[in-house]
Every structure is written in C-alpha cells, then in structure tokens.
C-alpha cells in the first residue's frame, strides 16, 4: 500500500518546487529574492488536501497558483522610486518571467477553467493596487476594500474553481489582517507605508504634509484606524476558525499564530508607559 505524504510533507515539497522554478541564478544576482507567502501556500495544500486530487493534479495547481501571486508580488516592488533603472527592468522581466512557468504550466494541465478564474483573479488585484497607487480611492472603506481585494483575490477565484466558498470569507478577513499587521508594523518602525500613505490623503487635508511630518496626534490617529479593521477582523477570525471545513492541525497552528501577533497601539503605549 503506497503511502501518501501528509500535510507537512505536501507543503514542503511543493514550497521546494516552487523555490526551484523562481530562484533563477540569473535575476538572483541582480534582484531581491522572490517572496514566497508560506501562508497563502499553506491555504492552497490545505483547501486541495480533502478533495478528489491526484499528489500531482494537487502539487501542478498548487504550483502554477503560487507562481502568479509571486509575479504579483514581484511586480509591485517596481513602484519603489530609489530602484535603479537597471534593477527596475529586470524586477520587470522576473516577474513576467514567472508569469510565463505560470501560464505554461496551467495551458500544460489543460484547465481552461481554472486559466479563466486566475487571469480574473489578475485582473481584480492589479485594478486594486492602481486604483491605490494612483490615489483614486475616496474614503477609507474602499481603501481597506482595495487591500482585501490585493491580499485574497487570486486564491478566491482558485476556490471557486473547486466550488469550496465556505473558505472565501475566512481567506478575505486572514490576508487583510496580515497585510495589516506588515503595514503597520512597516509604519511605526520606517515612518513609511502605502496603506497609511493613503490613509493620509483621506482624512488630513494638508495634502502638501509628508507623512514623515505627521503630528503625534495624527500619527495615532492613523494607527487607531488601522487597528479598528485589525480588530475587526480578528474577532472574524475567532469566529469563524471552528468552522473551517477540514482544518488540519497545521493551518490552524499557522492561523492562530497570525492572530495573535496583533496589539492595538494604544495597548503597546501603556506597556511602554
């Protein structure tokens, strides 16, 4: 009887693929090295992980998904001005490199359903994220809307490629806390971050002000803000974490962890007084 790999041994092989199909030697010498999000890996291994898959079908589609969300990831660096032209066009090129394995692979499987899903899923974040940088968001709920739409779209429309929505929601709320958590944290320790840039030009009217020169009071206001969808959707998560369809002991380690990496800064000011 052959046995299959469990849910550890699944992730860490198909992390292993993905790493051997992104690291090239090449681009490596000139550009930071690709980020692979562990968690939106461990979402994809977990939601395939009960159905009717092959190990392959599963590793194939794992693999081709991940694929795209590092082109988007790498994509979005371009928009850091202090890159040179040189690592600008080959951070270009990397991530329309990985979007051609991507492509391959998925024309490979013949799946023209899943293709039209994910290039929809595509579509949704780069809207998003030019809708952000190009400042045409009107009001912090559809900033934070844009941030969702970025942070879960593609595994979304990966999801209702094997028709189990029961996850959207869940996905939605855990990639908006986390990208939450990363901008706040870049924020308070750089002084910098798009979201809280943004966040900025909505509710200060001063547009002249550099987000380096906030008040303290306007420093915290912003930081309140972001800790109210933090809140938010943490208590979501609470929620929501029981009745996860087939949860595997590892997601909900990993999910538990995210979690609780969140304080509200007004709970770190007192620590610190």
């Known amino acids: 009887m052959i046995k299959l790999p469990d849910i550890r041994q699944k992730f860490t092989d198909i992390k292993e693929q993905v790493e051997r199909k992104v690291f090239h030697p090449y681009l490596l010498k000139y550009i930071d090295m690709p980020v692979i999000d562990e968690d939106k890996l461990l979402i994809l291994v977990s939601i395939m992980d009960r159905l009717e898959l092959s190990y392959n079908e599963l590793k194939n589609y794992a693999t081709t998904t991940m694929l795209i969300q590092i082109a988007l990831d790498t994509h979005e660096h371009i928009s850091n001005a202090t890159v040179d032209e040189i690592n600008r066009q080959l951070t270009v090129l990397a991530g329309d490199y990985y979007s051609g394995l991507y492509y391959k692979l998925l024309a490979e499987s013949e799946d023209i359903q899943m293709i039209k899903e994910l290039s ?109 969808y933090l809140d938010s959707s943490k208590q979501f998560l609470l929620n929501g974490i029981s009745q996860l369809p087939y949860l595997n002991d590892m997601l909900e380690a990993r999910i538990t962890s995210i979690i609780n990496e969140h304080q509200p800064f007004a709970n770190t000011l007192v620590e610190e007084g």
């Not at 429309?157 to 929601?169: G, P, T």
């Not at 706040?184 to 320790?189: G, I, S, Y």
């Not at 966040?199 to 420093?219: F, R, T």
Request: glycine share 2%.
């Open 120 to 228: 929809k899923g595509v579509k949704e974040v780069n809207e998003h994220k030019v809708s952000i940088y190009q400042k045409e968001i009107d009001n912090i709920e559809n900033l934070m809307t844009s941030i969702k739409k970025i942070e879960s779209s593609l595994l979304v429309k990966f999801s209702a490629c094997f028709k189990v929505d029961l996850w959207n929601e869940f996905i939605t709320n855990l990639f908006f806390f986390k990208r939450l958590l990363q901008e706040k944290t870049l924020f308070m320790e750089t002084g910098s971050s798009i979201m809280f840039e943004s966040m900025k030009d909505l509710i200060i009217p001063n547009k002249n002000l550099s987000i380096k020169n906030l008040s303290d009071k306007q420093h915290r206001d912003l930081l309140g803000i972001c800790d109210r």
